[in-house]
């Protein structure tokens, strides 16, 4: 997978030399590039920013600086990017959407500091290419690096060889739309907590249905917005008893 990173601060994404990430892009499952805005800024003060139209505080990022860094990165002679745009007013990002992701050959982000992108940039790559305005949860934060990180960890561990065991992919929080059941490791008793019995049993069938119990209860405790949202054919008989 191809990834373009756009932003005024190319120092955030130093994180990505690092672990299974920077282990992909050793073993090129990911070719990432993260690219400073300001390159493509012409002024003496490499000026992204001016005041918004019809007045209110901060600042909004310029078109042209953008306008010349989309062209760049997505020439109208090869086949487009999906372009993704953090911005806490867009579409919330899922494990759903991490897969969607990941079956993309090219990605690229533009990320938003100050109030954000003028909006006809945006307006503007949706005629050449798609355009999804993604959101990482219900708050604000100054720029939109923090959230590429999320998002390309997220999409990165979903590519092909890059876990170790793809099984634990099948197994996870999200994955079958519950969170997975408390894990426990050695010592069998610590601090006067004991890991549960059947843990230990060597029974897999009774470890199987324990976990399943336990992903419900902690759905239904933590998460009852996903059990709602939870398909009936996913749950069997034994479920609905537990
Ligand atoms: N004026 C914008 C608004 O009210 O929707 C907020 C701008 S925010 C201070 C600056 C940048 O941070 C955004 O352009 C976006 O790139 C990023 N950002 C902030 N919160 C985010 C979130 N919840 N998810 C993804 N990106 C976010």
């Not at 992108?117 to 798609?130: C, F, K, N, S």
């Amino acid at each position: 997978m191809r990834v373009d990173v756009v932003s005024i601060f190319p120092e955030y994404f130093a994180p990505l030399d690092l672990s299974l990430i920077g282990r992909a892009r050793a073993n090129d499952v990911l070719q990432l590039a993260v690219h400073d805005l300001r390159s493509w800024t012409h002024d003496v003060h490499r000026t992204v920013d001016d005041t918004p139209y019809g007045g209110g505080p901060g600042m909004v990022m310029r078109p042209e600086p953008w306008g010349a860094a989309l062209d760049a990165l997505a020439p109208a002679d090869v086949p487009p990017p999906r372009l993704l745009v953090p911005s806490p007013a867009g579409v919330r990002f899922t494990q759903a959407m991490a897969h969607e992701l990941a079956a993309e050959p090219h990605l690229l982000f533009a990320c938003g500091r100050y109030e954000g992108i003028d909006q006809r940039v945006l307006a503007h790559a949706a005629t050449r290419m798609p355009v999804t305005e993604v959101s990482l949860g219900d708050y604000v934060l100054f720029g939109g690096e923090v959230a590429v990180l999320v998002i390309l960890e997220a999409v990165t561990r979903l590519l092909p060889g890059v876990l170790g065991n793809a099984g634990s992919l099948d197994e996870e929080s999200h994955a079958h739309g519950l969170l997975e059941a408390p894990i426990y490791t050695k010592p069998p008793s610590w601090r006067g907590h004991d890991v549960p019995e059947v843990l230990r049993s060597g029974d897999h069938g009774r470890i199987a249905r324990w976990r399943r119990e336990e992903g419900l209860v902690r759905t239904a405790a933590q998460r009852p917005d996903l059990l709602a949202a939870l398909p009936p054919e996913r749950l069997d008989k034994r479920d609905i008893a537990a």
